[in-house]
């Protein structure tokens, strides 16, 4: 099928990369020249697992194009995604200008039938606002007075890739979600994702809508109990990653995403969960639920300040050593990352910070003023007084901890993701903090 993606930000891209690999033959759009130079050139500016060696593979054999005209690669296409950006406003409104803009546009082009297919996180019911500006601004000739005579369709088929593995995700999807109103829109969306074979949920529009906010939150909430979880794990003595364990087996709950440490971060859970809360209050619900996973996802950094406060006594002249930045591994992103506030506070009370990341020093040097970038831990851990493991790269896992431990000043090592919870870090010499791990702390 010839299908457009308008948008080459990370879902635009690793969905049009897919859909190429899967057999169609796509162009992705995006309003960035500098962007689609690169990326016809075969460079993919962020960082995601065995996505520049596909694109490469389908620039080559053609099947996959890069264009900054909506026009020209709307006009080829019977499937048109939309995967622009859905910020947040400083309300926590979703800004949907971006999706507004590019519906215009694709009205204004349209000559033909055209599927038109939200992949952006939206609140509910932008579907048919869409549909409502794609009515409005059809080429005149396609309207007799308020009688349209193009046929045309808008559906929703939300995105529940990862960053890391996100090639992974999408060619082995849990599920397909498909919001429609017609058989025919549901007939090229089923076409599409054949070759997947995939588990395919098909509903209306707002529901598919409402499915990706619902999952995001619920995917939040689960995050930010075993972050209450662990507080309770401080006080009593008990062991969170236990409890984790223990709850996990039950198949109602599910051991993924009870991970407790410093707070989810990102360019979705943040951003959908506000997002999510300010559609309900408008739609005259107060979620006061998510209000509350808001919170605890915020006072977890705050708390693992205190941690290092109270463990380190006098922060000011301190020398502080990050291993990770990202707000997760395997990516170069440090949007909504909890490093970011973590090292700031930090560097506000007077501590000097060196830091070493696989893939985000780049990023994060439009962050941070003042660091000392190392090339490994080794070299963050020298003369270090403490450390602190903020994301949990691979490349971190199996260090030579006696040697990192002797070259620091103290040996402390804070542990915000509990990732070292299976080694024994007090035999390579480390005062070894994690999160929620009561029995060890006391
Ligand atoms: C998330 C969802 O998992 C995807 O399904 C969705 O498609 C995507 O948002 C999106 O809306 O585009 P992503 O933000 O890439 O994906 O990353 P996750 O793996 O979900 O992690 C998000 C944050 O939660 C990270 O900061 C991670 O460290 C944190 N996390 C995750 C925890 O603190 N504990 C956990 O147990 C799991």
Redesign the pocket.
Known sequence: MNIAIVGSGY?GLVTGVCLAHIGHNVTCVDNNPDKVKKLKAGKVPIYEPGLEELLKKYLKNKRLTFSTSIKSASKAATAIFIAVGTPSKKNGDADLTYVENVAREIALAMDSYKLIIEKS?VPAATGKRIERTIKINLPKKFRKGNKITLDFDVASNP??????SALD?FMNPDRVVIGVESKKAEKILREIYRPLKPKMVVTDINSAELI?HA??SF?AT??SF?NALSKVCDHVGADVLKVAEGMGYDKRIGR??????I???????PK?VDAFIRLSEKSGYSFDLLKEVRNVNEAQAESFLRLIEDKLWIVKGKTIGVLGLA??PDTDDMRNA?SIGIIQALQQEGAKIKACDPEAVANSKHIFKDITYCKDPYAVAKNCDCLLLLTEWNEFKDLNFSKLAASMNQAILFDG?NFYHDKNLEEAGFEYHGIGRGLKIR
Do not use: H
């Open positions: 879902v996180t995105e529940f890739l990862r960053e890391g995700d990706k999952s995001n995917l689960k995050i075993a993924a995403f009870l991970n407790a440490g707070g989810y971060g990102g360019s979705c859970f959908d707000f997760k909890p993701r």
